[in-house]
Nanobody, 125 residues
Framework: QARLIESGGGLVQAGGSLRLSCAAV????????MGWFRQAPGKEREFVAA????????WYGDSVKDRFTISMDNSKNTMFLQMSSLKPEDTAVYYC??????????????????WGQGTQVTVSS
């Protein structure tokens, strides 16, 4: 399965923006979809967004809808998460994930088999 390398986390003030990247390195063939999840201290891992490999279909968690945008750059084998209007409650470790399984939707961590190491996003009030 693909190895995933995340980047772009950091510290930002509330209302600000950040862009996360997740590069799929070899072997990256057979990826059907990629996604982002996050986990705050003491909380369960939460679905953020997912996108099919060619970028045609996207899904978002309710808490980030209309603020975050997920996209794919197939020329770079890289997925992006543009986060805007950030809130302190967005503070978490963000993980990217990938799956080779085709599906009509992706919302659960169990849908994905490959995971990145995580990148910290901290939003100050």
């Amino acid at each position: 399965q693909a190895r995933l390398i995340e980047s772009g986390g950091g510290l930002v003030q509330a209302g600000g923006s950040l862009r996360l990247s997740c590069a799929a390195v070899e072997p990256r063939h057979n990826i059907a979809a990629m996604g982002w999840f996050r986990q705050a201290p003491g909380k369960e891992r939460e679905f953020v967004a997912a996108v099919t490999w060619l970028g045609y279909n996207t899904w978002y968690g309710d808490s980030v809808k209309d603020r975050f945008t997920i996209s794919m750059d197939n020329s770079k084998n890289t997925m992006f998460l543009q986060m805007s209007s950030l809130k302190p409650e967005d503070t978490a470790v963000y993980y990217c994930a990938a799956t080779a399984s085709a599906s009509n939707y992706y919302y659960s961590a169990s849908d994905f088999t490959a995971w990145g190491q995580g990148t910290q996003v901290t939003v100050s009030s």
